[in-house]
């Protein structure tokens, strides 16, 4: 009889035991449904349709963002939005110095041109921007890690910068910050103009010095906004693409131009074809040089950063060289900030140092 009933009393905690097990492991079940129901939502407010248009991203939130072109990056710095993964820089490595404050800790997916996927992944993003130059190849995997925008382009930063904004719930920012550039713009063109005269619009050449060979560039980043400002195209340059690619001095007169903006690194191979080349007769007899109107400028302002911020540094540039006052900037259009958070006029933050989509290189937004 004491068998029996111990033996009933032990069937009847086995099945305790067992719908104890049962509802925990359903609580586990529904909770892991629940997190992943929340996730799915939180995505699902960054959609991108099949036509290619920008993501479309609650503005009370930012979502995890990372970028995988430098002119998206610095898109991303002015607008105030800290990045959660980015590709190394071209120079400086691996960050752009200018940069280096606002992205320090932001973890680092690769290079431009070959991102580790794998890591992207990791960082568990929202939204990835990318380029269609650059990543059009890779184009289905990232897609099935998060919704991502392609940029057509890696120069055109106005581009860059909507893209981004769009991505991030940031258009509004991203309106008075090219409101703000075409003031600049304004401005710049304006002062040239009167302090040249009868001599303006100037031709102006961007000259990049390679250790065995010289690029004249005729588009792209600095050629775009250079164009922009009124400049014009050297005549060697004209319909040439992104530029040419000159090999010989005999090449030297192709440069002829008002202005020669030279692009230079600090490597002695590219030092010296530099010194040679200027030491030729015909670098001497070059309109600029007569005119005393070449200029060394920042590799990455001129051609290597692709944002908005490298594009007020190119025109802070343009200001030094030409002897102009620089415009005050109001406190809405002080890069990297929130309008709330600015809280009086500062001048735009120039970047301390220092290729292109071309037929010779993959680098840079030349």
Known sequence: MLRSLLLVLGLFAGVLAFVALALLAGMLLFA???????????????????????????????????????GATDSAVALGVTPIGVVDAWMEKPTYRYLREALDGVEH????????????AWLDPEVIVATRFRHERVRPLLEQIAPTRFASTVSDFKASLTLVAAATGREARAEQLLACWDDRVADLRAKIATTLGDAWPQKAAVVRFKSDHVRLYSSGFAGSILEELGFRQPDAAADQGWGMKLTSEENIPALDADVIFVLLEDDPAIENTYRHWTAHPLWQRLTATRADRVYEVDTVNWIMGGGILAANAM?????????????????????????SAVKEPSAVEEPSAIEEPSATTDEGAA
């Open 32 to 70: 892991g449904a629940a997190e992943a129901d929340i996730r799915a939502d939180t995505r699902a407010e960054v959609s991108a349709d099949s036509a290619g248009g920008p993501p479309v991203v609650s503005s009370a939130s930012t979502p995890r963002l990372v970028t995988l072109y430098q």
């Open 109 to 120: 997916v690769g290079l431009e041109t070959q991102p580790n996927l794998e890591k992207v």
């Open 315 to 339: 025109l802070d540039d343009l200001y030094r060289h030409y002897g102009l006052a620089p415009q005050a900037l109001s406190p809405s259009c002080a890069l990297g900030e929130e309008p």
